[in-house]
């Protein structure tokens, strides 16, 4: 009992002392004073309309996110924060939910964090410190982008192992947790779906060992496990042994005419006592020493980077930019802290209250279709059915 007050104690402690840069639900019609759509980013007739909704399938009908409305389009959208944000010695968090209601075969549906920019031209050349969601394009391609850009090496750099994503047509939670020891963390629904040092999982620094230049393979290393047996030899005869034979069941068919068919071969076939080209046993090979390992050496080249952990450096914006060959994702619940039990308390007070009543309705719609096209298909047999009975009157 102790225990159980001591951890909730702890957690609103937590949420009491965090700060919030960022929070947005779409809940009020105002949600366009806060957010910038590019202007000069696209064409406009290339540019797709944002749609403020709940969606076909959803928990509560007033709790409305924004979703892309139009097929093979670019989507751009920004908003500011509530003031800069820059992550040293403290936690970064990450969150908002997607859903995609069109079963998205191709698009993006990722967020970007980034400095001072200009809104109106917002778009995919923009510089970002962070970008992080799902991204589909095809049965192959379907992953979690969570891309950090590093200015000592001046490029965006890509996670090393690919991080899963949902592919469904309900709303998922996606959180992305940078930590002040180094460290990350990917959610999907608050379960942790990878988690490791940043170090390890991004080509942040150098190698700390490199292989030493001055040490390659000796001439008189072995490495073959295996060598030919020196007294296994070859069976007198082996290369007489034909590798088709003719076969032996065959007959000459009775229509055969020899005088203006020719004579007449038997078909062949695999020769059961062939064996193929003669090659000797292996042995272990006695002079073997195993495989030869490069030696490493410290690489002068590696620098700690003590402030690795600062993925957010004077953040001021945050914001959409995508492409979507078949519309319908919807954003919604986005928050942007400093303490990840703010963010658990705020998925708590969005998210996890409307994912129930999104499922039974979405259960409830498909259900439908299916009885729908049950019905429609039995329709049709019907009409089939007549059409042939039709004929067959006509005969």
């Known amino acids: 009992m102790i225990y159980h007050y001591l951890t909730a104690a702890l957690s609103f402690a937590a949420c009491a002392s965090a700060k919030i840069y960022f929070k947005e639900d779409f809940n009020d019609a105002d949600w366009?004073?806060?957010?910038?759509?590019?202007?000069?980013?696209?064409?406009?007739?290339?540019?797709?309309?944002?749609?403020?909704?709940?969606?076909?399938?959803?928990g509560d009908a007033n709790d409305k996110g924004i979703q892309t409305s139009e097929d093979a389009r670019f989507y751009g959208i920004s908003a500011k924060l509530n003031e800069p944000f820059t992550n040293d010695e403290k936690e970064m968090v990450l969150?908002?939910?997607?859903?995609?209601?069109?079963?998205?075969?191709?698009?993006?549906?990722?967020?970007?964090l980034l400095g001072d920019m200009d809104q109106s031209s917002f778009g995919g050349d923009t510089p970002y410190q962070v970008m992080f969601g799902p991204d589909v394009c095809g049965s192959s391609n379907r992953k979690t982008h969570v891309i950090f850009n590093y200015p000592p090496k001046d490029d965006n750099l890509l996670i090393k192992e690919q991080v899963k994503c949902e592919t469904d047509q309900k709303s998922h939670l996606y959180t992305l947790v940078v930590r002040p020891d180094h460290t990350f963390e990917v959610l999907i629904d608050m379960k942790s779906v990878r988690q490791g040092t940043l170090e390890d999982n991004w080509d942040?620094?150098?190698?700390?060992?490199i292989k030493d230049p001055n040490e390659s393979k000796p001439a008189d290393w072995v490495d073959a496990k295996?060598?030919?047996?020196p007294e296994d030899v070859k069976p007198e005869g082996y290369d007489d042994i034909p590798a088709e034979i003719p076969d032996p069941d065959a007959e000459m068919p009775?229509?055969?005419?020899?005088?203006?068919?020719g004579a007449w071969e038997a078909p062949m076939i695999d020769n059961p006592e062939y064996k193929g080209p003669w090659k000797p046993r292996m042995i272990d090979n006695p002079e073997y020493k195993g495989e030869w390992k490069h030696p490493m050496i410290p690489?002068?080249?590696?620098?700690?980077?003590p402030n690795l952990h600062v993925r957010c450096k004077d953040c001021t914006h945050i914001g959409f930019e995508l492409w979507q060959v078949t519309a319908g994702t919807l954003f919604d619940d986005i928050i942007l802290t400093d303490s990840l039990e703010e963010a658990k308390a705020y998925a708590d007070a969005t998210f996890f209250k409307k994912i129930d009543g999104e499922?039974?309705?979405?259960?409830e719609i498909e259900e439908k279709k299916r009885e729908e096209a049950a019905r429609v298909a039995e329709e049709n047999k019907a009409v089939e059915e007549e059409d042939e009975y039709e004929d067959h009157d006509e005969l």
């Not at 009775?254 to 068919?261: A, F, I, N, Q």
């Not at 690489?299 to 980077?305: G, L």
Request: charged share 40%; hydrophobic share 25%; proline share 7%.
């Open 254 to 261: 009775e229509d055969w005419d020899e005088e203006e068919d």
């Open 204 to 209: 942040f620094l150098e190698p700390k060992e």
């Open 299 to 305: 690489n002068p080249d590696y620098v700690e980077d």
């Open 359 to 363: 499922k039974e309705m979405f259960d």
């Open 32 to 58: 366009k004073s806060r957010w910038t759509v590019p202007s000069t980013w696209k064409p406009e007739s290339e540019m797709g309309e944002w749609s403020w909704t709940a969606g076909e399938w959803y």
């Open 95 to 112: 969150q908002m939910s997607v859903k995609h209601e069109q079963k998205l075969d191709c698009g993006g549906a990722y967020i970007k």
């Open 226 to 229: 295996k060598i030919p047996d």
